[in-house]
């Protein structure tokens, strides 16, 4: 049902070195770059997530309860992208751990522009 969720940055650059590297385990990949804006995903016919400098060129702003959410397919993977994260410069808003007993797993980062991501698991 998702084709794409769009997060605004600030320097393209920088946000796709970042999301390179924090999807690459996960088998995304940048798919397409025009400029002001780039996709990554496993391939075209599947969910992406794309960043992008603001189309009406004002400021980037993350939007308050706005949030990306990711499942990398177990806990151990929710906490690697978590530190892989943090390791690439993401702040801390939440670290990995369940949340709701034998049904959410989850750890909370912000991107380098404070863009909302959550790695999860449910079970």
């Known amino acids: 049902m998702i084709g794409y ?3 605004g940055v600030t320097d393209m650059a920088r946000a796709k070195n970042f999301y390179s590297d924090l999807l690459a385990d996960l088998g995304a990949s940048l798919l397409v770059d025009m400029d002001r804006i780039a996709f990554f995903g496993e391939d075209m016919s599947r969910p992406m997530l794309a960043v992008c400098i603001p ?3 004002q400021a980037q702003n993350p939007g308050n309860g706005n ?3 990711l ?3 177990s806990k151990e ?3 690697a992208l978590y530190h892989r994260a943090i390791q690439l410069g993401a702040t801390c808003e939440g670290e990995p751990g369940q949340r709701i007993p034998d049904m959410f797993y989850g750890a909370y980062v912000r991107d380098l522009d404070g863009n909302k991501i959550c790695f999860f698991q449910f079970g």
């Open 5 to 7: 969720v769009t997060l």
């Open 71 to 73: 499942n990398p397919g």
């Open 67 to 69: 949030m990306v959410a």
């Open 55 to 57: 189309y009406d060129e």
């Open 77 to 79: 993977a929710c906490d």
